[in-house]
């Protein structure tokens, strides 16, 4: 369940470390599972006289497509020359910036661990700190929404940049005569789309996490003591 990393209120039981090892884990494998990603894909270049040569289209994370090399060099292919051909596309940007999140995530958790253990009594008797932690986790959740949503984008680029259409758009003799190009072998991407699941799950997680430490803030407790009780009366003022 959530947690208020500042939380007055809160003492380290099951249930606090519950909450940091979700926080932990849900930014593990976000960051795990798209970080240090390789994969290729084979593609086949059916020449059209009987004869057929193959490509490896390989790419890797951070995912500079443009800087990974399709035809090192010039090389012969269907007895054309070829010049160096390169991917193309760019999603570098979107997936350092989610595993940037993700890290920046582990770490504000792994700080939370170290209050857990030792340093709950600084902020005892002080507003200053669940106030704190709700702005920081309300920017965290932002921070997972505008990255999950931009990794996705990306790795869409990534998918159409390295199927059958887009490796036909790169290599210049596919895009005539009687060669035709294909990707016959693809790399599995099932670990990119489950980043992408663990990306919006970490952005409902801290979310959660928001709720609960707004409810430790002042503001709550303020909102509530001006809230009149049940069966409570307002006395009339005196003329």
């Not at 949503?149 to 005569?177: F, M, R």
């Amino acid at each position: 369940m959530p947690k208020s990393m500042f939380s007055p209120i809160r003492n380290w039981t099951g249930l606090g470390q519950l909450d940091v090892h979700m926080d932990l884990l849900t930014a593990i494998f976000a960051f795990g599972s798209c970080g240090g990603f390789v994969a290729k894909n084979i593609v086949s270049i059916f020449c059209g006289d009987g004869r057929n040569e193959t490509l490896t289209a390989s790419f890797h994370y951070p995912f500079r497509l443009s800087e990974v090399p399709l035809i090192d060099g010039n090389a012969t292919i269907c007895n054309r020359s070829v010049g160096p051909t390169h991917l193309m596309g760019d999603s570098s940007s979107a997936a350092e910036f989610f595993v940037g999140v993700a890290i920046v995530c582990f770490l504000y958790s792994m700080a939370a661990l170290l209050v857990y253990l030792g340093y709950m009594h600084v902020y005892k008797n002080s507003d200053f700190g669940p106030i704190l932690d709700f702005v920081i986790t309300a920017v965290i959740v932002f921070l997972w929404l505008v990255c999950s949503s931009a990794w996705a984008k990306g790795l869409q680029n990534v998918k159409d940049a390295t199927d059958t259409e887009g490796i036909g758009a790169t290599v210049a003799l596919c895009k005539g005569g009687n060669i035709t190009c294909e990707v016959t072998e693809y790399a599995n991407l099932r670990t990119l789309n489950i980043s992408v699941v663990f990306g919006y799950l970490n952005m409902f997680v801290w979310a959660g996490n928001a709720w609960f430490v707004y409810k430790e803030t002042r503001w709550h407790s303020q909102k509530i003591s001006t809230q009149p009780g049940p069966g409570r009366q307002q006395v009339p003022a005196a003329i």
